[in-house]
Nanobody, 123 residues
């Protein structure tokens, strides 16, 4: 499985940005999602979406501001980030796994990871 992120960049606080993750390989049944890692901090869960796209869940820190979605072909996952804050600055990584639940506790066991895309939010 290969995951390739895009869409990162430098924005100002309050702006919006949309990240994309293109998946290829044996992804049938894959839950897809996003993590982020700020400088000097551990990688943290952001959001995940089920294979069919009908279910999703978010970290409390982004709930109500970020929206995760995936296309009908199920090969691309998006993270729409609104009302960005300086504390959202991080490298955002796409991830994939056959299991939908508990991604926040499974950072070290998820099956596939992308290289990440940097999001910088200036104040």
């Amino acid at each position: 499985v290969q995951l390739v992120e895009s869409g990162g960049g430098l924005v100002q606080a309050g702006d919006s940005l949309r990240l994309s993750c293109a998946a290829s390989g044996r992804i049938f049944g894959y839950t897809m999602g996003w993590f982020r890692q700020a400088p000097g901090k551990e990688r943290e869960f952001v959001a995940a979406i089920s294979w069919g796209g009908g279910s999703s869940y978010y970290a409390d820190s982004v709930k109500g501001r970020f929206i995760i979605s995936r296309d009908s072909a199920k090969t691309t996952v998006y993270l729409q980030m609104n009302s960005l804050k300086p504390e959202d600055t991080a490298v955002y990584h796409c991830a994939g796994d056959q299991i939908y639940t508990n991604w926040g506790q499974r950072t070290n066991t998820l099956e596939a990871w992308g290289q990440g895309t940097l999001v910088t939010v200036s104040s």
